[in-house]
């Protein structure tokens, strides 16, 4: 896919998979496909600024290692937004990958974890945000088993709770 000056690729993997959750960050945010990273696995260990766990990816030897994601394809202008609203600089960084989007390859940026602690869970809400997007672009349906046998806790504030589930779209 021949790269446009005006975008970038991110791949999304945790709760951005969910489109309506990426738009309401970056508007702009246009499916490409779904994406496989190869020779990594998914991760529950970034340290949250509300004290949970949220999705990370790390490099594994681990045979068939892959992390299911989907690719947006988001203005250039919309790049701060997003990089505010993932932490970046604060819990996370970014790289560029090399990806597999609809069997075709495809070099894309994802944020990554710094700040990581093994002993945390997600909140129920965020696993939600996970799982909805997960469904939405029908990830494979092992890969979604997995997700949903992800141990995860209440928020202590009910009303972001409240709030975050209201943006996770109900099936």
Known sequence: MPAN???FFNFAYGSNMSSARLRERVPSARVIGRAVLTGHQLVWHKVSKDGSGKCDVVATD???AVVHGVVYAIDQCQKAALDRAEGLGNGYSERRVD????????VATLYYATRTDSTLKPYSWYKAHVLAGAREHDLPA???????AIEATQDPDAS???????L???T
């Not at 990806?99 to 390859?105: A, I, K, R």
């Not at 972001?160 to 209201?166: G, I, V, W």
């Open 168 to 170: 996770v779209p109900q």
């Open 142 to 148: 092992t890969y979604r088993a997995a997700i949903e």
């Open 62 to 64: 681990a045979p068939r």
């Open 99 to 106: 990806l597999e989007v609809n069997g075709e390859p495809l």
């Open 5 to 7: 000056p005006l975008t």
């Open 160 to 166: 972001r709770h409240t709030a975050q589930m209201k």
